[in-house]
RNA sequence: UGCCCCGUGGUCUAAUGGCAAGACGGCUGACUCUGGAUCAGUUUAUCGAGGUUCGAAUCCUUGCGGGGCAGCCA
C-alpha cells in the first residue's frame, strides 16, 4: 500500500495553522501592504493590523472568497495581527446556518484559523438600534413612509439628481416614535424605511438618503423572531466593522461607491474608524464565479451538486483533489490589485501539480485498457516487481507490483500505424513495461466485424527484467501497465474545463451556450493496480503518466470512483493537437 | 449622459521620479525506466497625444479603451 500519509496529514481539516502565507516568502508585495506598511510607519491604530473575512453566509464559497480569506488572514498572520471571521447576515429571507457550516468548513479547510473570534453581525443588532436611534436624535436619519417605486422613482437616475421625500422633514420625536413602532411590530414589511439624512442631489447615487432599516417580519437564524426590522449592509458593515476595532476592512471593487458612505456613518456617529480598502475581486478563465450563475448551473444540473468537481466552489475544488497548500499558492502569486483581470486557469493548475508532485504516491492504474498477451511468458506464473512509490521523496518507499502473462496497456499507448513523433508501442516495435521488462508487439488481434484492436500478441525479453536491458539497447518510450488477473475494477471520472471560452460570462450570449459538453467523461471498464484496494475517500495518487487522482467519496467497498484532479503536462497531447492527429 | 475606479508581454503581478522584473503560458534544447519531474535557453509589454523634469510606467492635462453604480441584496 503505497504511503499516503504524507498528503493526508499535512495542513488540512485546520489542524495546522498558517504561518507564512508562502512557502519561501515570495510573494510579491501589493498596494494593500504598502498602506499598512504606511499606517504602521505613523503608528496609525496604535501599530494594529485587525482583519476580518465577512461573508453572507447565503451561499458556498467559492475559489473567488478564498483570494480574500487568503487575503485577510495572510495580512493579519503576517503584520502579527488578527482576523475575524464575521459572517454578514443582516437578510434573514437569504441566509440559512447550513452555510454557515459550509463556510467554516471551507476556511478551516483552507489552513485558517479565527479562534474564538466568530462573530455575526446579527450579534450587533441591538447596538446597530441605538446608533441608529442617535442619528435621529441627531437629525441624521429619518423615516421615510414612500413605498419601494416611489423611492426609487425619488431617487434619481445616474444624470439626473433626487427629489427630497416628503418625508424627510418628520421631527425627531416623530422619527423616534415611528422608528420604536417599527421595531415593536405595529407596521407590515414594506410600509415605512429609516434613511439616512444625506444629499439627494449627490452624484454618487449611495448618498441619496440611502435606505438604514427596513421592516422584515421573517425569522433569522440566530435572533428568531426577536427583529422585525433589519439593518441594511452599509450600516451595519462599517459599524459592524468599528465595534470589533477593524483596522482595515478589505472588500471588492464594488463596493468602491460605498465608501463615502462607509465614513459617513462612522463619522456622523463619531466612532472608531476602520479604513475601507477595495481590490479587484479573482476571476478565472473557462469558469464563472457569480454565485447566481453557480445556481442556475447546479439548479438546471448541469453539474450534480455544489461540490461536483466541475463547479470553481471550495467544496468543488476539494472534492477533485486539490490541496489547500495549493490554493493558498496561488492565491499568493495571483497577487493583489484594483484593476479587473482574468486568470488563466493553467496558473491554479500550476499549483496543484508543483504540490501533488512533491507529495502523491505513483501508482498505476489503465483507464482504456487494451488487453496484451505475453506469447513467451508461462500461463501460470506470476513475478511481482519493485516499483518506486515517488520518486521526488525516496522515503516513501516501494511496492511490489504483481506481473503475469495477460497485461492491460492504455489504448492510445498503441497505434497500427503510428505517425511521427509516436513513441509509444506499434508492430513489430519495443518499448518497456514501467518498472517490469521490455515487450515487443508480434501480432494484432482485431475484432472481425468493427476492425477494432482488441488484442495484443507481445514477446517480453526475460534479460530486461527490472527495466533495464544489460546490452545497453534503449527504448523510446515506457508504459504504465496493470496485470489483468491482478487487477481490480474501477471507476474514473475525467474532469476538463466547465467552458469552451475563456470569459463565459463576458460574452454575447447566455454562458450556458458554452458549457463544454465534454467537462466529465466517465469511465467504468478502467483496471488499477492492487495496491490501491484499500483507497479511502480522499486519497490522493498519481497514475503513472496519466496524471493526478483522487479517491471519491462515492466510493464503495469493492468500487473505488476516482476524480482526475488534473493532467500530467503531456507534450504528446500537445503535438496531437497542434498536428491534428 | 453624471460619479467612481482601472489601463505594463498571450495571462497575472512588480518596479511609486533613476537599467521595465518575476511567475504562468508558448517555443528550443539537455536529461530521464513517467513524453512526468528537473535543468538551460528563448519569445513578447508601459493605450494615444501634449506637458512638468537632467530623467516619466510612475506626476499634471486631455483623448481613447475597459469596469462599476439607479435593491427595502451583500
Redesign the pocket.
Known amino acids: 500500500m503505497p504511503d499516503n500519509e504524507h498528503l493526508n496529514n499535512r495542513k488540512e481539516n485546520g489542524k495546522e495553522t498558517v504561518q507564512s502565507t508562502f512557502a519561501g516568502s ?1 510573494a ?4 494593500i501592504r ?1 498602506i499598512i506598511d504606511e499606517d504602521l510607519r505613523v503608528n496609525k491604530n496604535d501599530g494594529r493590523v485587525h482583519t476580518r473575512f ?3 453566509p ?1 451561499g458556498y464559497l467559492h475559489i473567488g472568497h478564498a483570494k480574500s480569506i487568503c487575503l485577510n488572514f495572510g495580512l493579519a498572520s503576517d503584520y502579527g495581527g488578527l482576523c475575524n471571521l464575521r459572517f ?4 434573514p ?2 441566509e440559512e446556518v447550513e452555510f454557515v457550516e459550509s463556510i467554516k468548513e471551507d476556511v478551516r479547510w483552507l489552513g485558517f484559523d479565527w479562534e474564538d473570534r466568530e462573530f455575526y ?1 446579527s450579534d450587533y443588532f441591538e447596538k446597530l438600534y441605538e446608533y441608529a436611534v442617535q442619528l435621529i436624535k441627531d437629525g441624521k436619519a429619518y423615516v ?5 417605486d ?3 422613482e425619488y ?5 439626473e439628481p433626487g427629489k427630497n421625500s416628503p418625508y424627510r422633514n418628520r421631527s425627531a420625536e416623530e422619527n423616534l416614535d415611528l422608528f420604536e413602532r417599527m421595531r415593536e411590530g405595529e407596521f407590515p ?5 429609516l434613511r439616512a439624512n444625506i444629499d439627494m442631489a449627490s ?4 448618498m441619496r438618503d ?2 438604514i432599516y ?3 417580519h421573517a425569522e433569522h437564524h440566530r435572533t428568531g423572531n426577536t427583529w422585525c426590522i ?5 450600516f ?2 462599517c459599524l459592524s466593522d468599528s465595534i470589533e476595532g477593524i483596522t482595515h476592512s478589505i472588500c471588492t ?7 463615502p458612505l462607509y465614513d459617513w456613518f462612522l463619522d456622523e456617529l463619531d466612532v472608531f474608524h476602520p479604513q475601507q480598502i ?1 481590490f ?1 475581486r479573482l476571476n478565472l ?1 473557462y469558469t464563472i464565479m457569480s454565485k447566481r450563475k453557480l445556481m442556475e448551473l447546479v439548479e438546471e444540473g448541469h453539474v450534480n451538486g455544489w461540490n461536483d468537481p466541475r463547479m470553481p466552489t471550495l467544496g468543488g475544488i476539494r472534492r477533485s483533489g486539490y490541496t489547500p497548500e495549493s490554493i493558498r499558492n496561488f492565491c499568493d ?12 486557469i ?2 491554479l ?2 499549483y496543484i ?2 504540490d501533488l ?1 512533491k507529495y502523491s504516491p ?1 501508482v498505476m492504474g489503465v483507464l482504456r485498457p487494451l488487453r496484451v498477451v505475453i506469447e513467451n511468458y508461462p500461463e501460470d506464473k506470476v513475478e511481482y ?1 519493485d516499483a ?1 512509490n ?3 521523496d525516496p522515503g516513501a518507499g516501494m511496492r511490489k507490483v504483481p506481473f503475469s502473462r495477460v497485461l492491460y496497456i492504455e489504448q492510445e499507448d498503441f497505434l497500427e500505424e503510428p505517425p511521427r ?4 508501442l506499434a508492430p513489430g516495435r519495443e518499448v ?6 521490455f515487450i515487443k508487439c508480434v501480432g494484432v488481434v482485431k475484432d472481425e466485424t468493427t476492425g477494432e484492436v482488441v488484442e495484443l500478441r507481445c514477446t517480453y525479453d526475460p534479460e ?5 536491458a544489460p546490452d545497453g539497447r ?7 501497465w496493470v496485470s489483468a488477473a491482478h487487477s481490480i475494477p474501477a471507476e474514473v471520472r475525467l474532469y476538463d474545463r466547465l467552458f469552451t471560452v475563456e470569459n463565459p460570462a ?1 460574452e454575447e450570449d447566455d454562458f450556458k451556450t458554452f458549457l463544454n459538453p465534454e467537462s466529465l467523461e466517465t469511465l467504468t471498464s478502467c483496471r488499477i493496480e492492487p495496491s490501491l484496494a484499500g483507497a479511502k475517500s480522499g486519497d490522493r495518487y ?5 496524471g493526478y487522482f483522487c479517491v471519491d467519496p462515492d466510493t464503495s467497498k469493492g468500487k473505488p470512483v476516482f476524480n482526475r484532479t488534473v493532467t ?8 496531437k493537437k ?1 498536428e491534428k492527429l
Not at 510579491?28 to 498596494?31: C, G, L, N, W
Not at 421615510?144 to 419601494?148: P, R, T
Not at 498519481?542 to 496519466?546: P, S, Y
Not at 500530467?568 to 503535438?575: E, Q, S
Open positions: 515570495t510579491p508585495s501589493h498596494f504598502v465577512p461573508p453572507e447565503n454578514d447576515d443582516t437578510n429571507c437569504k453581525a421615510c413612509s414612500l413605498n419601494a416611489e423611492i426609487r431617487r434619481g437616475t445616474l444624470t414589511d414594506g410600509s415605512h424605511v452624484p454618487n447615487l449611495n440611502p435606505v427596513r421592516i422584515l433589519y439593518p441594511m449592509y452599509d451595519t458593515h471593487l464594488e463596493f468602491e461607491d460605498h465608501r477595495e479587484a478563465s502569486r495571483i497577487g493583489v490589485a484594483k484593476s479587473n483581470s482574468i486568470v488563466d493553467a496558473l493548475e500550476y501539480r508543483e508532485n505513483r516487481f518506486l515517488n520518486p521526488e513523433k509516436f513513441y509509444r518497456r513495461l514501467r518498472y517490469a521488462c530486461t527484467r527490472g527495466g533495464a534503449k527504448v523510446k518510450s515506457t508504459l504504465h463576458g498519481q497514475f503513472e503518466r496519466l500530467l503536462r503531456d507534450p504528446w497531447a500537445k503535438i497542434r
